[in-house]
């Protein structure tokens, strides 16, 4: 068996033209314009790459954008002041800040600060406590991205043993969070693996849908997989350059090995990374609309 692959590139499209007409519409009948700030601090090469992707989507798609590029030094007062300005920007219905913050910041007071109305991330303890009780506000983007790439492919998540490999804060206990949640598109039974997990590979071959976010290049082989699974590979992995001086990417998963055993996976690059910023995008209109009282 051939894995159907599951294009993250596509689907992250179809949202996008969603979300423009959706943009357009708020702003003609309601006149709303969608309002998101990022906030950057330091120069690391990858994080610049990251916020120039998201203030670019929000050009393409009407959303306006307030790009704040902060200097390395900039200190956690400074930062919780322009953090404070914007929780009362009307203007602004997002805040984005940029992770991982340089080491001197506490990034839990950081993330704690934004008002919770404007979290579009959904890393603020009360949108992950909603998320927990089944009432979110806003889904982490990649986790949210995630649960989308299931349901437009048609994977049926209802009754499914879900393996998740992974249990950080930002992708793991999220998706675990929201695919256990009954409710559709989710209803499944969730189990978590880390490096605690006694034995991985008895887990990751009952799943019917496999999900791995370990940060850890083709960590999962072909033999670690059931027959007929899905897979859903979240991790990037940088592996190498290009003469060129472009990063070669790899997943967590072998995929070519995988991918003969797989019903459908996801690639890498272009699964469920092209996912994340259209997800952003669509917390900012919810954010909108939650903010102007249309939802
Ligand atoms: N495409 C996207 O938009 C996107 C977004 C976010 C992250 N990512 C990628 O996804 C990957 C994971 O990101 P993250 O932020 O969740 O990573 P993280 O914070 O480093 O967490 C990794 C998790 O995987 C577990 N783990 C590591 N190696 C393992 C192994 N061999 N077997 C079982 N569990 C293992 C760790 O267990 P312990 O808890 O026991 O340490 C931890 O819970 C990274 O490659 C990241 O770049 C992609």
Do not use: W
């Not at 050009?59 to 930062?79: F, H, I, K, M």
């Not at 349901?151 to 999220?174: F, Q």
């Not at 899905?230 to 070519?256: M, P, Q, S």
């Amino acid at each position: 068996m051939t894995a159907q692959i599951i294009s993250g590139t596509e689907i992250a499209k179809q949202i996008r033209e969603e979300l423009k007409q959706e943009i357009a519409e708020l702003k003609d009948k309601h006149n709303l314009i969608p309002g998101l700030a990022t906030v950057l601090v330091g120069d690391a090469p990858a994080s610049q790459v990251y916020v120039g992707s998201k203030v670019k989507t929000c050009q393409a798609l009407g959303v306006y954008s307030e790009r704040y590029d902060l200097p390395a030094e900039t200190s956690e007062e400074e930062l919780l002041a322009l953090i404070d300005k914007l929780n009362k920007d009307p203007k602004i219905h997002g805040i984005l800040v940029q992770l991982p913050l340089p080491k001197h910041l506490n990034e839990t007071n950081i993330l704690f600060a934004v008002d919770p109305k404007k979290d579009v991330d959904g890393f603020h303890p009360v949108n992950v406590g909603k998320l927990m009780i089944g009432e979110p506000d806003y889904l982490p983007c990649t986790p949210h991205g995630i649960q989308e790439l299931l349901l437009r492919s048609g994977v049926k998540t209802e009754g499914a043993e879900v393996v998740v490999v992974g249990r950080s804060n930002i992708v793991g206990k999220p998706i675990a969070n929201i695919l256990l949640q009954k409710k559709a598109g989710a209803n499944a039974t969730v189990t978590v693996c880390h490096t605690g997990t006694r034995d991985i590979a008895f887990h990751t071959r009952r799943a019917d849908i496999l999900i791995v976010a370990a940060g850890k290049p083709k960590a999962v082989t072909a033999d670690m997989v059931k027959e007929g699974a899905v897979v859903i590979d979240v991790g990037v992995n940088r592996i190498g350059t290009t003469n060129e001086g472009k990063a070669i990417l790899c997943g967590d998963v072998d995929f070519d090995a995988v991918k003969e055993k797989a019903k459908a996976i996801t690639p890498v690059p272009g699964g469920v990374g092209p996912m994340t910023i259209v997800m952003l995008m669509s917390n900012t209109v919810r954010a909108a609309k939650l903010a102007a009282g249309l939802t």
